[in-house]
T-cell receptor
Framework: GDSVTQMEGPVTLSEEAFLTINCTYT??????LFWYVQYPGEGLQLLLK?????DKGSNKGFEATYRKETTSFHLEKGSVQVSDSAVYFC???????????FGKGTKLSVKP | DTGVSQDPRHKITKRGQNVTFRCDPI?????LYWYRQTLGQGPEFLTY????????KSRLLSDRFSAERPKGSFSTLEIQRTEQGDSAMYLC?????????????FGSGTRLTVV
């Protein structure tokens, strides 16, 4: 079945460092891909999305490109801030009803 | 629109008791999803409604779990005879018919603790 694999955390970075969180997927068909962010004590918020190959999703300085040839959707940010500390989930829209299938999440801690 | 609302935010119950959670989706969204999230894991799909019809249920949804969406608006998730393994965050999400392209809006969740 469809699945998402993302890099294990936690990831600890200093402020203004470059961030990459790897995400790869397995899917039949052509899923849409998403990154969600979960701040402590809160629900999931959609960070960015891409609906077809070579699409680039971007939001709040974060970017991810839908790479069909490598089945990847890596999350990047050029300069992280303390406020980016959260858990990041990669997900795909799969299944017969478009259900979201999530990776296990990667916890990011940014130190001042 | 206030987004997706879930009630209660927290629930502590004794093993063997029944609990019910409520989800109010975004009003114009006809699709509603329930997910379960345990500590250190990503959310796992439980069930899905389109309007009032429950169209898909995960194998995770044992016969102690039941979900309804009687008028195609709010939804309830009931867990009967709770077990300690049911302790988790229960998340509700809603989307329009094109949620596959535009994403899903999640509520803040109901955290269940079974003692």
């Amino acid at each position: 079945g469809d699945s998402v694999t993302q890099m294990e955390g936690p990831v600890t970075l200093s402020e203004e460092a470059f961030l990459t969180i790897n995400c790869t997927y397995t899917a039949t068909g052509y899923p849409s891909l998403f990154w969600y962010v979960q701040y402590p004590g809160e629900g999931l918020q959609l960070l960015l999305k891409a609906t077809k190959a070579d699409d680039k999703g971007s939001n709040k300085g974060f970017e991810a490109t839908y790479r069909k040839e490598t089945t990847s959707f890596h999350l990047e940010k050029g300069s992280v801030q303390v406020s980016d500390s959260a858990v990041y989930f990669c997900a795909l829209s799969g299944g017969s009803q478009g259900n979201l299938i999530f990776g296990k999440g990667t916890k990011l801690s940014v130190k001042p | 629109d206030t987004g997706v609302s879930q009630d209660p935010r927290h629930k502590i119950t004794k093993r063997g008791q029944n609990v019910t959670f409520r989800c109010d989706p975004i009003s114009e969204h006809n699709r509603l999803y329930w997910y379960r999230q345990t500590l250190g894991q990503g959310p796992e799909f439980l069930t899905y409604f389109q309007n009032e019809a429950q169209l898909e249920k995960s194998r995770l949804l044992s016969d102690r779990f039941s979900a309804e969406r009687p008028k195609g608006s709010f939804s309830t998730l009931e867990i009967q005879r709770t077990e300690q393994g049911d302790s988790a965050m229960y998340l509700c999400a809603s989307s329009s018919a094109s949620g596959r392209n535009y994403g899903y809006t999640f509520g803040s969740g109901t955290r269940l603790t079974v003692v």
